[in-house]
Each structure stands twice: as structure tokens, then as C-alpha cells.
């Protein structure tokens, strides 16, 4: 894969953002427009089979879509879209409970919008290609307009600009913010967008420079000017020889010397960029469907203006189950992760009413988050995990670094007594259980002869990674043993 080079100064798009740059001086959070791309699809995942990668459970309470929409909300963002098309209808639901626009107070001044894709004449008989693609779709249909926000604005939109022609250039002139959802991090987007502003860019990507070469062949690389900002190459999903000779290094231990800036799927476009972008991605000749892969290369390549916002804290990309599982250890255990949840900022989720937790007997838990309306009964042992909401765990059961993601209520017996979730006596090690899965007593998940992928959805379970997932709503029996 050969590496895009800079296309030098004065490119495409550069010219229209310098005589816009006076119109945007005055800009604020609250007018920019933020595009969520929570569409990723991950079918070889067990967790995803069901849902969009957006929607995994995470740290017991939330979902992953709830950290970049809260990012947003805490830095002042009030338009914000939420971009859908794999398995959506769990990550629809929950938007829709967790961010309605009540939360914005009773002047209508913000708003949560989900959009799932849609087939069109245009387009044929396809789904979106891609990230890039589907804002290209959406924008084409005018669906990333919120008209009765923009008319509630209209008068504050005048005193500032003085014109109903001013304001509509402000408009066009204005800022989108686009970002992938299945990612984990704290950022403060007023600081991405001054950074922006200042830099009078075109194009301003966030970038992480806390990854390893290990982890570079799953992500976007690019060489940073460290004086101006300024992205002057850029190389998607490296192998290893090309990694080297994309740093220039010689050896591998000279690598890991060298730091890496990856691309953190965080973007702050000029709408005319954009727009002008987004055009150019539909050339038959050249088709360009995503936004790392695709666009920002081709944005590069073409001599826009494009710099980078250097993130520095916690970030971690969820792509695989591996990832999906760490993360959530880490939370549980006070790692990296557990950042993301903090006494001094809100994470806004869907409310759950739910009784407080009941703890019967004598029981051990370490390192570990019981969430809401669990039942915790004599002799358990929890270490390093997570038993999310309403889950009933039976006598001596013993947990370590396992994940159960819980249910909405508690099962019942037609005689009301309370069915256990895990059984009595049963022993699990690193291991993600689904949500509604019910595991019988004396089971034993321990995964001894350390198989790393192994498929039985037939007796409810799969091995990726070298992690156990009970699949959602299996019923492992009595004296199972994996």
C-alpha cells in the first residue's frame, strides 16, 4: 500500500475556507452540525449478531454510543445526527429513550436525531457503501437539516448577521463535526474546534499518538508536521514492512522508538470541504466510500488544508470482541478505562428504574460493578467482572473476569419466586454472557484447553479470541462444561 504524499499548498477547497474564515470567527459549539456514524457492522462478533456494534453494553450501565453522544452534549453540542443502518432497531431505542429532546429544556434548544439509511431511487437497489457514503446520501436528501431548530434561531441569526443572506452564508460556511461511534474517549469539542478555527484548516482529524506498531495495522497512520499541524501523509491499515517504511525506520526496534499518530475516526470538516468532498467521492472513475480509508487520503492527496488535533488520555477503538471485552474489564478493575466513568461528568444512558441490590449471606466481590436490581446470594465470589442489571446470581457461585450484561427485569416462576441467572455452584472464567442467557448450576466455563475460536451456536456458545460468549437468550444446562 503506498502512502499518500502532500499535495502542497493552495489545493482545491483552500481558497473558499481563507474567505470564509472572517464569516466563522463568532462561531460556537451550539452551531455546529455533528454527524454520528453508528452504523459498523461486525458479523463475525457473537456480540453483534443481534445489534449494532454501538449499542454493546459497556461498564454495566450504558452503551457504547453513550460516550461520544455525551462528549458532544458536555462540550455545548446541541444538532446532533445519529447516522444507522446494521441491526439498529436495539441502538434506535435506546437513543431514543436515553437522549430525547426534553433533556435540552422546554425551548426546543437542542436535539438527538436518528437516521437510519434508506434505499433510494437514486442510489438503486444498495445500502450505503460506506461512512462517507451515507452522509453523502443523507446530505443529498436534506435529512442532516433540522428546520424547526434553524427557525427557532432565526432572529438571534439576525441580530448577529444582520441579513437573512448573511445568515445563510454563515450557514453554508459553517462547521460539521463527524465521528465514528464505537469509540471510547473523553474530549472537550470546544478545544477541537478552536484548535480548528485558529488554524483557518480546511479539514482538522483527531489523532492519537499513545498506540503501538502492534496495533497500527488496524488503524489509519499519518505523518504530522509537529511545528504547523499540518497531515502530510497518510497510510490506512499498515502490514508491518509498510509501517517501516512509512516511518522511515530501518529495524523494528528503531519502530518502537518512533511515535505513531493514529487517526482516531474524529473529524471537524468546513461545509463547503465537505460538501466538496463528498462530490468528488462519487466519481465513477474513483469511487470513495469511507471517510479514513477514502476520503481524508484523498483530502490529503488533493491539497486541502488538513491538520491534526492531537488527543491526549484514553482512547480505545472497539472493532473486535477482544476489545469489546477488555474495555470492560478495565472499567471494572479501575484501568485505563474507568476514566471514561467519573463523579465530576455526567454519562447520560437510558434511566433505568430499578430496585436497589440485595446481597443474602456471606459474599466476596473484588475489583468489580454489580448494577442495579441484582440478587446476590449466599457464598459468591466476584472478582474482576461486571453483573450488569437484574441478574440473580445463586450460591457459591464463583466469577472472575467475566461480563454478564444482565436483563431489563428480573425472570420470575409463575410462583414468584426469582429464577437465577447463574446457578448454584457454577464456575465461569473470562468469559461475556449476553443479555437474557440463563446458565444452570455446577456449569463450568473455564475454557482449559485455552481454545482461541471455536463456533457451537448450537449448545449456545462461541469462542473468539480465546474468550467464551454466551450467545443472548442461550440455556446452558445442569453440569455443562466448556
Avoid at 467464551?468 to 442461550?474: C, E, S, Y
Wanted: charged residues 25%; proline residues 3%; glycine residues 8%.
Amino acid at each position: 500500500m503506498e502512502a499518500l504524499k502532500d499535495g502542497g499548498v493552495g489545493g482545491r477547497g483552500t481558497r473558499k475556507s481563507r474567505e470564509a474564515a472572517s464569516t466563522r470567527r463568532d462561531f460556537r459549539a451550539r452551531d455546529a452540525r455533528c454527524v454520528v456514524l453508528a452504523g459498523g457492522a461486525d458479523e463475525t462478533n457473537p456480540l453483534t449478531r443481534g445489534r449494532a456494534r454501538s449499542a454493546v453494553h459497556l461498564g454495566g450501565a450504558y452503551r457504547v454510543i453513550d460516550f461520544p453522544l455525551t462528549n458532544l452534549i458536555n462540550s455545548g453540542m446541541r444538532q446532533v445526527y445519529v447516522l444507522t443502518q446494521y441491526n439498529s432497531h436495539s441502538l434506535v431505542t435506546h437513543v431514543n429513550r436515553a437522549f430525547p429532546m426534553e433533556m435540552f429544556g422546554n425551548n426546543n434548544e437542542g436535539f438527538v436525531e436518528v437516521l437510519p439509511t434508506s434505499q433510494t431511487r437514486e442510489h438503486g437497489e444498495t445500502w450505503s457503501m460506506g461512512s462517507a457514503d451515507c452522509v453523502a446520501r443523507h446530505l443529498t436528501h436534506g435529512s442532516l437539516t433540522k428546520h424547526s431548530f434553524d427557525m427557532r434561531l432565526e432572529d438571534e441569526c439576525l441580530q448577529r448577521h444582520g441579513s437573512l443572506e448573511a445568515c445563510a452564508a454563515n450557514q453554508t460556511d459553517g462547521i460539521t463535526i463527524v465521528l465514528a461511534a464505537e469509540q471510547l474517549y473523553t474530549m472537550d469539542f470546544n478545544k477541537l474546534l478552536e484548535a480548528h478555527l485558529k488554524s483557518e484548516a480546511d479539514v482538522t482529524v483527531a489523532t492519537c499518538d499513545q498506540v503501538t506498531a502492534e496495533n497500527a495495522s488496524r488503524l489509519g497512520i499519518m505523518d504530522v508536521d509537529e511545528h504547523t499541524s499540518s497531515i502530510l501523509s497518510f497510510i490506512e491499515k499498515p502490514s508491518a514492512d509498510q509501517l517501516l517504511e512509512f516511518m522511515q525506520c530501518s529495524t523494528e526496534n528503531e519502530l518502537l522508538e518512533c511515535k505513531l499518530n493514529a487517526n482516531m475516526g474524529v473529524y471537524v470538516f468546513n461545509n463547503s470541504a465537505l460538501e466538496e468532498l463528498l462530490r468528488d467521492s462519487k466519481n465513477p472513475a474513483e469511487e470513495r466510500h469511507e471517510f479514513g480509508r477514502d476520503i481524508i487520503p484523498h483530502a490529503v492527496n488533493a491539497g486541502y488544508d488538513v491538520r491534526s488535533y492531537k488527543h491526549s488520555g484514553y482512547w480505545k477503538p472497539l472493532r473486535t470482541l477482544a476489545d469489546i471485552y477488555e474495555a470492560n474489564i478495565s472499567v471494572a478493575t479501575g484501568g485505563d478505562a474507568a476514566s471514561l466513568i467519573d463523579f465530576d461528568r455526567l454519562v447520560y444512558t437510558k434511566p433505568n428504574f430499578l430496585p436497589p441490590n440485595t446481597f443474602y449471606g456471606s459474599s466476596l466481590t473484588e475489583r468489580s460493578i454489580i448494577s442495579d436490581g441484582c440478587v446476590i446470594r449466599d457464598g459468591a465470589k466476584i472478582i474482576n467482572s461486571i453483573v450488569g442489571p437484574c441478574t440473580v446470581i445463586d450460591k457459591n457461585v464463583d466469577l472472575e473476569g467475566v461480563v454478564v450484561v444482565g436483563r431489563d427485569e428480573i425472570l420470575k416462576r409463575s410462583g414468584g419466586d426469582k429464577v437465577a441467572d447463574i446457578g448454584a455452584n457454577t464456575i465461569i472464567r473470562k468469559c461475556m454472557v449476553d443479555s437474557d442467557a440463563v446458565i444452570g448450576a455446577n456449569v463450568r466455563i473455564l475454557n482449559e484447553a485455552g481454545i482461541q475460536e471455536l463456533d457451537r451456536t448450537e449448545d449456545g456458545y462461541i469462542i473468539s479470541e480465546g474468550i467464551v460468549t454466551i450467545l443472548g437468550g442461550a440455556v446452558i444446562p445442569d453440569g455443562f462444561t466448556i
